[in-house]
């Protein structure tokens, strides 16, 4: 009796416990209740109604003697598991057996209906059980319904940098940012509270805060920290999936005014203009688990931008083996460190290669039994690529052409090929060698394999993106350059190029074509103000913006399909899918043919002609490779311009 008398006071201790028991007691009479209601129709006799209330006071105490034992009044429910499932039913059990030999030996009832017995403790069962779950039910869904206003964040380092950080929020309370406690290794200082905000713990204990608290990002206010131990705090907040911020040194403290426009980090969907999409998570995350899961995943291009994203996202997901290829043996290397300690249970494989090396690209997909290739690599700066064609053709669509027929010779289930809007009646040289790439991977379509194609517009944040250019521009106090006052692009984020080529790749039955909503193309110049300003300075005052003109290439505004491209919706309305009417496959493979004969002679005024007969949508501006013009060829077709819809299902 001992053991369930010392939890039960313990637990009177603790605020939470008289709420849940009242809600529990009131649970056990009403079961205990409804189970003679039901053993006599409701019809209860009047010795049976007197027995019922003689032996409640026995069952309560049974029943809470027991919850108590089983912790099952620690805490709220919001959190309840399976395993508060399983103690659910011992303590049903075992308050039945205490209440039994209550009543044989406490009470001495005889002719205690056994049926009653049994009732109520299938009905106590349902109905706590039944209530745990609803709560967090309930809970879950409210938290889907309404998503969160403000940003929860969790200050790490509880000194004076901290503190004085936890002011400027509190001051700038526009910036929607909820302090939910601090972390600090003094153990003096646990569970102190700081203007009002406690300290909920050590470095090792985040995992649990985040996940207790809902955390968004982490605030490291640190300065006298060393690498080493920032390095550690920033690897253990990014493996709960949250946002991190670092202030910078002491000397940056005092040689500054504020804190937080140090922690400045302008959000994506503000450069946008839009919200960043978000797709919805139960149905997408069921079909990508479905496609990745147990399966061996090839990414090309694994440590560029959309690569490096890609495998993580992969690896989350976990594949059977996750293979790295790429050129570049230094971002291989280091895309492998973070996966390998992001994901210690995904067997990660780094190759180190040119997919040119047809052979030996061909014996990995054999030898692994790929299942899925994520094609990323290509060439993608426009302006280079329009001095290097030979170079733009060999990886851009000879490549892509190695990759398919590896796909179609060891029956690969499916192929992902990452192209871009500036596929789309292209002026540039890489814009031709994308829009060839899709038609390849069309062209092979049909055969046993499925290709999928994903068009994206500019990825902002991106290696070489604009957004990069700028932020160094104005960090060297200026100019920013701006081709054209009037250029517009379509944008996306990372994670939604990401998204899109997951969710589009698992969603694809061969030879389509998908989009992202993007919204409204957004001028170049605007995007270059909002960064100017997002870093406290004044456009055209403090920052001068420079227009220095369009480069060879590039268009004024982009376009993301033409005609002969039907436009149909897909189960997500923020993915469109464009169907072709087709082309020549054996005229367009022969020319492809030719193509490889004019690379191999360095022949540049075949190999522009060439690309003009494949794509005829084309106009190349003039260029210039080494000394010579890229021949300004124009088709004679005309397509008709359309307006992009998207169509919700």
């Not at 992001?342 to 040119?356: E, H, N, Q, S």
């Not at 890229?630 to 919700?648: A, G, I, N, Q, Y």
């Amino acid at each position: 009796m001992k053991t369930l008398t010392k939890p039960m006071i313990s637990a009177l201790k603790h605020t939470r416990w008289f709420p849940t028991a009242v809600v529990q007691i009131l649970l056990v009479i009403g079961g205990y209740g409804l189970a003679f209601g039901l053993r006599f129709d409701f019809r209860l006799p009047t010795e049976y109604t007197q027995m019922m209330l003689v032996s409640l006071p026995l069952l309560l105490v049974c029943r809470m003697a027991v919850y108590t034992y089983y912790k099952l009044n620690s805490g709220w429910w919001r959190f309840v598991s399976m395993v508060d499932l399983i103690n659910l039913t011992k303590a049903v059990i075992a308050g039945t057996g205490c209440f039994l030999i209550g009543l044989g030996f406490v009470l001495g009832l005889e002719g205690f209906p056994r049926s009653v017995i049994v009732l109520e403790a299938v009905l106590n069962f349902m109905l706590l059980g039944g209530v745990r779950f609803g709560v967090r039910w309930f809970r879950e869904a409210l938290v889907k319904k309404e998503p969160k206003q403000f940003t929860y964040a969790l200050i790490v380092g509880a000194g004076n940098a901290g503190t004085q950080l936890l002011n400027e929020i509190r001051i700038n309370s526009h910036l929607g940012i909820r302090v939910v406690g601090f972390i600090d290794d003094d153990e003096r200082k646990r569970n102190a509270y700081i203007q009002g905000v406690q300290v909920l713990g050590s470095r090792k204990d985040i995992p649990q805060i985040v996940k207790k608290y809902d955390v968004d990002e982490a605030l490291i206010a640190i300065p006298s920290a060393s690498r080493k131990r920032i390095a550690s705090i920033v690897r253990t907040a990014r493996s709960c999936g949250i946002k991190v911020r670092i202030l910078p040194s002491l000397l940056k403290l005092i040689e500054n005014d504020g804190l937080w426009s140090q922690l400045r980090e302008v959000p994506y969907d503000e450069l946008l203009g839009r919200p960043i999409v978000k797709f919805r998570r139960e149905t997408d995350l069921t079909l990508l688990k479905k496609e990745i899961r147990g399966k061996t995943v090839l990414v090309t291009g694994a440590a560029g931008s959309i690569g490096r994203e890609l495998s993580y996202q992969t690896a989350a997901l976990k594949p059977h083996e996750l293979i790295l290829y790429e050129r570049d043996e230094n971002g291989l290397y280091f895309v492998e460190l973070e996966l390998k300690e992001r994901f210690p249970d995904c067997k990660i494989t780094p190759v180190v290669g040119d997919i040119l090396n047809r052979q030996k690209f061909n014996e990995l997909v054999a030898r692994d039994h790929v299942d899925l290739i994520y094609h990323a690599a290509a060439y993608k700066h426009v302006p280079m690529m329009q001095r290097e064609p030979f170079e733009a053709v060999r990886n851009n669509i000879f490549v892509t052409k190695i990759v398919a027929e590896a796909v179609l010779a060891n029956n690969v289930e499916k192929c992902v090929f990452l192209s871009t809007d500036k596929a789309v009646k292209p002026t540039s040289i890489m814009g031709a060698t994308k829009r060839i790439g899709e038609m390849i991977l069309q062209g092979y379509s049909g055969d046993g394999s499925k290709f999928i194609i994903v068009r994206f517009g500019n990825v902002i944040g991106s290696n070489g993106s604009v957004l990069q250019l700028f932020k160094k521009q104005i960090a060297h106090g200026g100019p920013v350059t701006v081709t054209h006052a009037e250029a517009s692009r379509y944008f996306m984020s990372i994670s939604e190029a990401v998204q899109l080529v997951m969710t589009a790749g698992a969603m694809g039955q061969g030879g389509e074509i998908y989009l992202l909503d993007m919204g409204e193309p957004i001028k170049i110049t605007d995007l270059a103000r909002k960064l100017i300003e997002a870093s406290g300075l004044t456009p055209g005052k403090d920052i001068e913006i420079k227009y220095i003109g369009l480069r060879p290439g590039e268009k004024l505004t982009e376009e993301l399909f033409w005609k002969g491209e039907n436009i149909m919706p897909t189960q997500n309305k923020k993915i469109t899918r464009l169907k072709s009417n087709g082309f020549n496959k054996d005229l367009f493979f022969m020319q492809l043919n030719r193509l490889q004969s004019f690379v191999r002679d360095q022949n540049d005024h075949e190999l522009i002609e060439t690309l003009n007969d494949l794509v005829p949508e084309a106009t190349f501006s003039n260029g210039k490779k080494n000394g010579h013009s890229v021949v300004r060829t124009k088709s004679t077709h005309k397509p008709t311009e359309k307006k992009m819809t998207f169509v919700e299902n």
